[in-house]
């Protein structure tokens, strides 16, 4: 037990200290990574003059909520249409799906690329949204369907008894019940908005940037610890995320969990 | 059309693909105001039955009457029926209050009048009090009861009860059966009762339509199915009874385990083969000379009210009685019965 618990240790310690590493950097007012000076915020206020990084900030918030949003209510519509498919169908739906979650996101990004030169449409906020909202839907689908396969199909059969039709049966019996559902799916699909590197990178044009691509390109430039600062600040937002995802899963499944 | 009668079921098969038919050709009526069960062993065509009268499923032929109307394609939102199923199918989102809203709400029902008949099938189903709970809060009964307040709420002409009682334990069990009847009573609609259970539905119904493999076996009161029962399955099914080959010599008389009987039945032709029917109750114990059976125990168990014997005649037929007396394993006795208790059936095909 005891190794057990100090090899669990180890391993989170290993999985961390390089964002803890990065973090304690960001307060060194030696402007490196290896010696650590005198205590400060400089970066910080770095970060907050720097005009360019705040629209990036806007930029990225901007795309992660619109796609994340968008991506949910396609998501959710997809859900249902495979839920309601005929059984041979689903799987095979289901499969497809699943795909595109574990499918590698240089593939995803160069075929975007490829697509959106083909289609004709410029690369910037139109092709980053896209397909922003095109690899969330997936990640939608996963979080919304078991909880409409765990509903039992008697309450669809029940509110048509009492006289719903199929826009209430969706409206007030199908939509509150995969609810919690709809929540993590949202706020799965808004994380992976958020920190998406890879395909944005394929997609993004000149003028157009969101966080991930713009830290990369800066660490690329050379080291500036505003870098530190800007991921240490995207790490604790993550962070947030992360607990409000928890307390709506909490929430909900106390409130079902005596069924 | 008899104005009584509110749902008519003329010729109805149902068919899934190639199977064999859930239900085969099926024809009845259903009067108003009355308690009505169908019981069968599961797969018998019960449930299918409900479902087309509530519209979640259309007949493959045949017609579905509801007050002389043709209903075959009338969806469910659309029929003056209400279900209470199985699993109650509560809406785990909304508390009690709202979920026996549920009907009310979506029929655009103003807000004070939903308030009062709300109130109303509450107190019907002894919940008051109870409206803010959530569905998680209540008991395996409580819930039984929001399944039924939220169906009689929207005053249906028919109230369908799928197997409502089945996840209950005995004591409850028995509890709901005289509720339910007695709400029936009170509200004077008419109740459609599925079930498994004979006991059941002895106990609650006005009428009992027994089911095998898609086909009604038998229908009727309670009284005559259980002491009249037509054929092998129904006497097998409703009770428990010795059913035993035998020959109807003539009119009133009747030969089993080698012996000929007077009995009350008549209209066979002579010499046909019959089945006979013996209710375990209707046997009675006495001493060896005295009895018009003569049998060896071979088993006793005590039930409480009453001892059940298992016991064998010199033929190797098995004769279960049931008895206050008691007897030893292995002993002789004699079994003594009037002639009522003999009951004939023609013999059923195949079985």
Known sequence: MKVARLYLAFVFFVLYMPIFYLIYYSFNSGGTMHHFESFTLDWYKDVFDDTRLLVIVLHTVIVALLSSSLATIIGVLGAIAIYYAKHRWKQTLLTLNNILIVSPDV???????????????????????????????????????????????????????????????????????????????????????????????????????????????????????????????????????????????????AKGGQK | MDDRVIIRFNHVTKQYDDDLPVLDDVSFDIERGKFYTLLGPSGCGKTTILRLIAGFI???????????????????????????????????HLNVFENVAFGLRIKKIPKADIERK??????????????????????????????????????????????????????????????????????????????HDQEEALAMSDEIFVLNKGKIEQRGTPKDIYDEPVNRFVADFIGESNIIVGTMIDDFVVEFANQQFTCVDYGFSKNEQVDIVIRPEDLELTTAELGKLRVR??????????YELCCYDAYGNEWLVHSTKKAEIGEEIGLHFEPEAIHVMKRSGGE
């Open chain 2, 297 to 306: 125990v071979d088993s006793v168990l005590f039930r409480g009210v009453h």
């Open chain 2, 58 to 92: 259309e007949p493959t032929k045949g017609d579905i009457y509801f007050h002389g109307q043709r209903i075959n394609h009338v969806p469910s939102n659309k029929r003056r029926v209400n279900t209470v199923f199985q699993d109650y199918a509560l809406f785990p």
């Open chain 2, 118 to 195: 709300v109130k109303e099938a509450l107190r019907f189903v002894n919940l008051e009090g109870y409206e803010q709970r959530a569905i998680h809060e209540m008991s395996g009964g409580q819930r039984q009861r929001v399944a039924i307040a939220r169906a009689i709420v929207n005053e249906p002409d028919v109230l369908l009860l799928d197997e409502p009682l089945s996840a209950l334990d005995l004591k409850l069990r028995t509890e709901m059966q005289y509720e339910l009847r007695e709400l029936q009573r009170r509200l004077g609609i008419t109740f459609i009762f599925v079930t």
């Open chain 1, 107 to 253: 593939i995803i990004g160069a075929s975007f690329l490829i697509l959106f030169t083909i289609a004709g449409i410029q690369l910037g906020f139109t092709s980053v949204l896209l397909s922003h909202i095109a690899f969330s839907i997936p990640i939608v689908v996963l979080m919304v369907l078991p909880k409409l396969q765990e509903m039992s199909p008697t309450l669809i059969d029940a509110a048509r008894d009492l006289g719903a039709n199929e826009w209430n049966v969706l409206t007030k019996v199908v939509l509150p019940y995969v609810t919690p559902g709809i929540f993590a799916g949202f706020f799965m699909a808004l994380t992976y908005s958020l920190d998406d590197f890879a395909v944005t990178f394929f997609v993004t044009g000149n003028g157009f940037s969101t966080l991930s691509v713009e830290i990369y390109s800066r660490a690329r430039q050379g080291i500036s610890l505003s870098v530190n600062a800007l991921s240490t600040l995207l790490f604790l937002f993550t962070l947030l995320l992360v607990v409000v995802y928890y307390i709506i899963t909490q929430r909900t499944s």
